[in-house]
């Protein structure tokens, strides 16, 4: 279960609002499934915020902003989108926007290019949706209008598709709106088209060093409730170890029509300690649920499992169902909300064995004077219970996620994160008469780089610090990390 961050759709409320440049959506849903949610001990990676590259764009597409920085992220992305498109390369043009569509749903040229590429691949419904944010916000867009008009006799509403042609027959229809109708009419002629599954894979390769695997205490001794000191021993001391992980990832996307999806997400990960192998770990999560959009509003609902395995015994299972929703407050701005229920099982410690719940918002900001940078926060709260009545297991969290991204160079972006989550127990712990209080801060920084069109390369530094008044979870952690992240075609 991952986090994750996205751009706000320009299907805005109100419908009439200014701007054809858009904030990256929050990925909401991974958020809660790591800082801000999910299982503990299931934290998730930073966001993924690869990009496509290209060069060399020609042919009609709605006019582009002014003062807009063609280096930028979504500029790439969309000289590609064109070269791919101006080539007929429509399966490909198609792809690569469908993996950037939560980022840059909104953007005029993103929606027009998407939507020619999901007409051409079969996929009229989609292309409806798109085409529709381009609307309401420019309604005299022609291009639109006739690629639309295409879709929506595709999809077979005929009345509707009546209309948009009258709209453009009122009007002094340029050479490439004509060039849409031609490809209408030709569409006509072409059997009815099923759309199938969307499907994405990925690979992830993770070399590191990790100054506290075992997530110790370095405290010297730790006291007892009558005064006594007592020294840990060796194996509840700070462990220090190299590691190297290997991880997958298997989506599907499956159009139920033009509105409502219906989502499957498989990922794995194997993570190996030289120095430590008794704290080796295999995760498996699995998602499975629905999505629906609507103008700005998208709504997710999914159930989740993750099995997780520790020296190669099961650790933990986690079942549970997550939602969230979604919508723009304009051209820059994005808020959502997010609510989550697990239950936490652990076969050889079914005394830890609980339920967790939460509730959350997030909030996201285009910060363009900071390198087209994306802002990124989350606010949640929530309690974990513990099943078998024990105080000193059951407490009230709350936490908040802060997160920057922005290019500092041509080939470089650069990330700035800090997580802070707050645990309050209700009971003391046996033996050492203290009621548990954590304080724990998360500092992340980072780099990232697209090697070519299927590899990013990511360094990154993760430091953490918790503070608490019960001695053995009082820790320091230094996480130095290599990702490499493949996109498979």
């Known amino acids: 279960m991952t986090s994750r961050g996205a751009r706000p759709s320009a299907d805005r409320c109100p419908p009439g609002a200014d701007g054809r440049r858009v904030l990256l959506p929050v990925l909401i849903f991974a958020l809660f499934l790591g800082f801000s949610g999910g299982p503990p001990e299931a934290r998730a990676q930073s966001a993924d915020y690869r990009l496509a590259g ?3 764009l020609t042919g009609p597409a709605p006019e582009l902003t002014p003062g807009v920085d063609y280096a930028s992220p979504l500029a790439r992305l969309l000289r590609l989108a064109r070269r791919l498109v101006d080539t007929r390369d429509y399966d490909q043009a198609f792809e690569r926007l469908s993996e950037q569509l939560e980022l840059y749903a909104g953007d005029a040229e993103f929606d027009y290019l998407y939507a020619v590429a999901a007409n051409e691949t079969g996929y009229p419904e989609q292309a409806v949706l798109a085409l529709e944010r381009v609307l309401i916000n420019d309604p005299g867009n022609l291009l639109a209008r006739a690629e639309i008009a295409r879709s929506l006799l595709m999809v077979r509403e005929q009345e509707n598709a009546r209309r948009e042609f009258q709209l453009l027959t009122e009007q002094e229809i340029p050479d490439e709106a004509k060039a849409v109708i031609g490809r209408t009419l030709d569409a006509l002629t072409r059997a009815p088209n099923q759309p199938g599954p969307i499907v994405r894979a990925s690979l992830t390769l993770e070399i590191g060093h990790d100054s506290n695997v075992n997530v110790a205490s370095s405290a010297e001794s730790w006291p007892l409730a009558d005064g006594t000191r007592v020294v ?3 194996s509840s001391r700070p462990l220090e170890s190299a ?13 139920i029509n033009g509105r409502v999806q219906w989502l499957t997400g498989l990922k794995g990960m194997v993570r190996n300690h030289p120095s430590a192998h008794t704290l080796d770990q295999e995760q498996v999560d699995l ?20 099995l997780l395995n520790v020296d190669s015994d099961p650790f933990r299972r986690a079942v ?28 050889d410690q079914q005394s830890r064995d609980a339920a967790r719940q939460s509730l959350g918002v ?36 709350t936490g908040v996620r802060l ?43 980072g ?17 953490t610090r918790n503070r608490s008044s019960f001695s053995p979870s009082d820790f320091s952690r230094a996480q130095a990390q290599l990702v490499a992240h493949y996109r498979i075609q």
Not at 380 to 394: F, H, M, P, T
């Open 243 to 255: 590691y190297t992980s290997v991880g997958g990832a298997l989506d599907v996307i499956h159009p």
């Open 287 to 306: 998602s499975t649920g629905f999505a629906y959009r609507n103008q700005c509003h998208q709504f997710k609902m999914l159930g989740q499992l993750q």
């Open 403 to 445: 997160q920057l991204v922005a290019d500092i160079s041509s080939n470089w972006r650069g990330l700035l994160g800090v997580q802070w989550e707050e645990r309050r127990f209700d009971g003391p712990e046996p033996l050492f008469g203290v009621i548990r209080h954590d304080t724990q801060t998360e500092l992340k920084l």
């Open 54 to 56: 290209g060069s060399g």
């Open 320 to 347: 549970g169902v997550v939602g969230q929703w979604q919508c723009d407050l304009g051209a820059r701005r994005q808020v959502g909300g997010f609510a989550q229920r697990f239950e936490l099982d652990f076969p």
């Open 362 to 397: 997030s909030y996201a900001q285009l910060v363009p004077m900071i390198n087209d940078g994306i802002f990124l926060s989350s606010l949640q709260a929530g309690r974990e219970v513990s099943k078998a009545g024990l105080d000193n297991l059951s407490f009230d969290f």
């Open 447 to 463: 780099l990232e780089s697209e090697l070519d069109a299927n590899w990013t390369l990511r360094p990154q530094i993760v430091l």
């Open 232 to 234: 840990p021993v060796g």
